[in-house]
Nanobody, 128 residues
């Protein structure tokens, strides 16, 4: 198991940028593919972005691919989500997730059930 802690959320204005962080601890020596999801009030948790263990492969939801960038620093056991040009519809709790993989370039998937480990989330609120 790996423990995940998100940070970097907050109250921002439309057009601002944020960088979310997800710090991993525990069995970080294992190979983990990572993902970011978000959940707005009254809505299902939705996929945002994913990154392979090596960091060389990424995938984005079509709705965010022009504004979001996922990256990772394995030396620091941290995954990042850079969000630019924030919109009110980006308001949600953002979760990071992890799944052990056995290939450096493997992604975990785009469904919540594709992941085994979850953080508690960080709130992002965008005012218009």
């Amino acid at each position: 198991q790996v423990q995940l802690v998100e940070s970097g959320g907050g109250l921002v204005q439309a057009g601002d940028a944020l960088r979310l962080s997800c710090a991993a601890s525990g069995r970080t020596a294992s190979n983990y593919a990572m993902g970011w999801f978000r959940q707005a009030p009254g809505k299902e948790r939705e996929f945002v972005a994913a990154i392979s263990w090596s960091g060389s492969v990424t995938r984005y939801a079509d709705s965010v691919k022009d504004r979001f960038t996922i990256s990772r620093d394995n030396a620091k056991n941290t995954v990042f989500l850079q969000i630019n040009s924030l919109k009110p519809e980006d308001t949600a709790v953002y979760f990071c997730a992890a799944r052990m993989v056995f290939a450096l370039t493997a992604l975990a998937g785009t469904r919540p059930r594709d992941y085994d480990n979850w953080g508690q989330g960080t709130q992002v609120t965008v005012s218009s």
